[in-house]
């Protein structure tokens, strides 16, 4: 069979190609269930974190943004919802914790961010999440003021205030006008 | 022994890092700490060993003018098997290298590998080659994040070795520690190596 060169071109990179895609799918296929397991335990973590009387949750709503924290008892224990907005190099997300009876958050946890390691990456340390817990939603957030920076990253100080100031409103809308009831 | 001396050379004599120059992208990006380095080391390794071998099976099948597209074709399936590996198994790395993973596609080190060696040789002699450079690249970018770890966090493999007095110098995770550090180490290993051939190099 003599096939020229064109044809032969075509031919090989289609095959290629095809080759390529059918192997990429069966790993999609095999990995696909354990990343989807992840992608679950980090949301559960994040929102056990943020509710620490919570031991479950239900999603409020279906964009997965807004969780219902239960307790044993099925009790509403608090709500826990994803804050997420501009920080020095990329978007920061987090998880916030929140009781909406006394107007106060219960916990914050970082789930992705790309600030500068060392510095404004020590958003994810504890003593900067702790403060946070228990803090009244009606604070003003401004950083240095009733936020603690961190040194050396009061950009990234100020966009986790920020954030939390401008996304409390829109969830607490979100939270009475929606499933919340 | 050929076979053997195919595999060695990538360790020293023909470093990808340190004699080549080559892949200094991931070299500099993402040696920030030791785990990372190692695990940028061993992604990359997987992929060119995986499509050496690949490459040099099918090298007489493949038309000489559309060869680069079918070796990036093989190179990039491999390493969206490598990133959907680790996003699956080792998610906290996957994480943290990133967006790097899938810039392995353009590693010239690869690419490199394939168009140099592996389309030119057997099987077994594109593995061997493989297996000595992914290994020599390895432990260059391990060796890197090792030495910016120490010195920008005080820690190795996230374990204290520095005493409580020592501040971190936070620089060596900064990008300029980068540079600091691959300039220094290159002096060093320019100065005791005897032979000094300057290789063709690119980014």
Known sequence: MNINGS????????????????????TFQWTKPRMDQVAEERLKSAILEVLSKATKYEEIG???????????????VGIAFVAQGGGFQGTITMMIGMDVQSRQLTGMAVLSHLETPGLGARIEEDWFKGQFNAKSIDDPFIARQDVDAITGATISSNAVSNILKNTIPN?????ESGGGK | ???????????????AVFRQLM???????????????LAMGLATFFVLVCSSIIVSLIKKLIPDKVRIPCYIIIIAT????????????????????????????????????????????????????ALGMGLGFTWALTLLGIIREVLGMGTVFSIQVMGASFTPWIIFILPPGAFLTLGVLLGIINTFSKKKNTQASCH
């Open chain 2, 78 to 129: 491999f390493v969206t098997i490598a990133d959907l590996f680790l996003a699956a198994f080792f998610p906290d790395i996957q994480k943290v290298l990133g967006l790097f993973i899938p810039l392995i596609v353009v590693n010239c080190v690869i690419l490199g590998r394939a168009e140099a060696f592996a389309s030119k040789n057997t099987v077994g002699l594109a593995a061997m080659d």
């Open chain 1, 62 to 76: 279906n964009d997965g943004t807004l969780f219902n924290g239960l307790d044993e008892d099925n009790n509403k």
């Open chain 1, 7 to 26: 044809a032969r071109m075509v031919i090989v990179l289609a095959i290629v190609a095809i080759l390529s895609g059918l192997v990429l799918a069966l």
């Open chain 2, 23 to 37: 892949g200094m992208c991931p070299t500099l990006a993402v040696t920030n700490a030791a785990i990372n380095g």
């Open chain 2, 1 to 15: 022994m050929r076979t053997w001396k195919e595999f060695i050379k990538g360790l020293w004599e023909e470093n």
């Open chain 1, 171 to 175: 969830v607490l809308e979100k939270y």
